[in-house]
């Protein structure tokens, strides 16, 4: 991973264009593995926004993993699809 040169206090300065685009420097995506069409993040607070990687988390329990299971437009992890299984084959069950 490439050491990004920062000022601590000032950070990187860009200007937002007339489109409300804003360019990353080549250093930052180098830095964050930002590769053309990742997905980003805009975390906004009261004065300040936070631009952060996209990475795909299961839809119940935010996990991070590679082996996400696509169900219905969604993303599962394993565990919870082990879990929702078995509340599945519970629920059968009871209804027997
Ligand atoms: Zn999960």
Do not use: W
Not at 56 to 85: G, Q
Not at 88 to 95: K, V
């Amino acid at each position: 991973m490439k050491k990004i040169n920062v000022d601590e206090h000032h950070g990187i300065c860009r200007t937002v264009d007339e489109l409300g685009r804003l360019g990353f420097p080549k250093e930052l995506r180098e830095h964050l593995d930002i590769q053309a069409r990742d997905k980003v993040e805009m975390i906004a607070g009261e004065n300040y926004i936070i631009l952060k990687k996209h990475q795909e988390t299961c839809v119940f329990c935010m996990e991070r993993t590679e082996d996400l299971i696509p169900f219905r437009e969604k993303l599962l992890c394993a565990s919870c699809l082990e879990e929702l299984c078995g509340l599945t084959a519970d629920n059968r069950a009871q209804d027997a």
